[in-house]
């Protein structure tokens, strides 16, 4: 069904969880940009500025996102959120920045009545989307299931506790936004105003290209092999990230097993929504509600962006490749 103040495009497009800038050829640039790639975050991270040939920014910023993931990621033994997994129940100091992200993402869980909720470490971990271990088990799900209520997470100052000492928390779903955003912002802080930090799939647009004109980001076509665009979104200063049921999945008997977990299942969840690309002042934010997008639906989705400070708009693609735009985006097709 059409929502009234959405703008319907074609049924046959579908975006890609993976946008690509479009810079423009290099004879356009005075000088040569300065570009570094590093595996980082489980992806291949790049960082090019345009307007600067002081690569101390330029390793500086890689260098904040490598510190950022070992504070992070629920992998790294003595990170804050693997400390706080391990200790039991009880009460682990951690560095303000971990303070927060995790009350920042419980805003967003008590806004989606706990659709979105970090606390799923147990069942994330469960499920291999690779597809060589299967499927976990019901019983498997059920129990990991029981820990998972981001009303378990007790923060006091610069504490943090879980209720349950059985629970995980998962920064995967905001860590790379939040990252995102504080490399732009030590970017910017040393000078620079033209440059673009790609995550993955997260964007960030610093300032505008240095001729003046917008970034145009391509939002390239899912499971293309040739590495096909759909449409480019034109921003400055802005974050864009995608989002979709496609990234990270395996078909086992002819069903599709997608890395967005249902909290309250603990399976794959379903809804409208297969596909989501948000444009956003704040990537963290651009992170949490292109995964809210497919947890609610297109329906609910749409309420919770009118309910986010930072938003600016949204494309969700539907299970019948109709794709919705919300607020102030546009796809040049």
């Given at each position: 069904m059409r929502m009234p103040g959405k703008k319907v495009l074609s049924k046959a497009i579908i975006l890609a969880a993976l946008p690509a800038i479009i810079a423009g050829c290099a004879a356009e640039q005075q000088t040569e940009p300065l570009s570094e790639t590093r595996l980082l975050l489980d992806t291949y991270c790049t960082i090019t500025i345009y307007d600067t040939q002081d690569r101390t920014i330029l390793t500086g910023a890689l260098d904040l996102c490598a510190e950022y993931e070992a504070l992070l990621s629920m992998y790294v033994e003595s990170s804050d959120v693997w400390r706080i997994n391990h200790a039991g129940g009880e009460?682990?100091?951690?560095?303000?920045?971990?303070?927060?992200?995790?009350?920042?993402?419980?805003?967003?869980?008590?806004?989606?009545?706990?659709?979105?909720?970090?606390?799923?470490?147990?069942?994330?971990?469960?499920?291999?989307?690779?597809?060589?271990?299967?499927?976990?088990?019901?019983?498997e799900i059920a129990l990991a299931r029981e820990t998972v209520d981001y009303r378990q997470v007790i923060i006091s100052g610069n504490t943090v506790?879980?209720?349950?000492?059985?629970?995980?928390?998962?920064?995967?779903?905001?860590?790379?936004?939040?990252?995102?955003?504080?490399?732009?912002?030590?970017?910017?802080?040393?000078?620079?105003?033209?440059?673009?930090?790609?995550?993955?799939?997260?964007?960030?647009?610093?300032?505008?290209?240095?001729?003046?004109?917008?970034?145009?980001v391509g939002v390239a076509k899912p499971f293309s092999e040739r590495n096909d665009l759909i449409g480019v979104v034109n921003?400055?200063?802005?974050?864009?990230?995608?989002?979709?049921?496609?990234e990270r999945q395996f078909v086992?008997?002819?069903?599709?097993?997608?890395?967005?977990?249902?909290?309250?299942?603990?399976?794959?969840?379903?809804?409208?929504?297969?596909?989501?690309?948000?444009?956003?002042?704040?990537?963290?934010?651009?992170?949490?509600?292109?995964?809210i997008a497919l947890l609610l639906g297109s329906e609910k989705a749409a309420a919770t962006f009118s309910n986010a400070p930072g938003f600016i708009g949204a494309a969700l693609v539907l299970e019948d490749g109709e794709l919705l735009l919300h607020g102030d985006i546009d796809i040049e097709g």
């Open positions: 009460p682990v100091a951690v560095a303000p920045q971990t303070v927060e992200i995790i009350v920042e993402s419980l805003k967003y869980a008590e806004l989606t009545g706990g659709m979105f909720d970090i606390t799923v470490g147990r069942l994330s971990t469960l499920w291999d989307f690779s597809g060589k271990s299967g499927i976990p088990t019901m019983q506790q879980l209720a349950n000492p059985n629970t995980w928390i998962d920064l995967g779903g905001v860590a790379k936004g939040y990252i995102a955003d504080k490399a732009a912002a030590f970017i910017k802080d040393r000078g620079s105003g033209s440059a673009v930090i790609n995550l993955g799939g997260n964007i960030v647009a610093v300032g505008q290209k240095p001729d003046g004109s917008p970034w145009r921003t400055s200063e802005a974050s864009i990230v995608s989002s979709g049921v496609y086992e008997n002819g069903v599709l097993y997608h890395h967005i977990l249902d909290p309250f299942t603990g399976m794959p969840v379903r809804s409208d929504s297969v596909g989501a690309t948000v444009l956003s002042v704040s990537s963290m934010e651009g992170d949490i509600l292109s995964t």
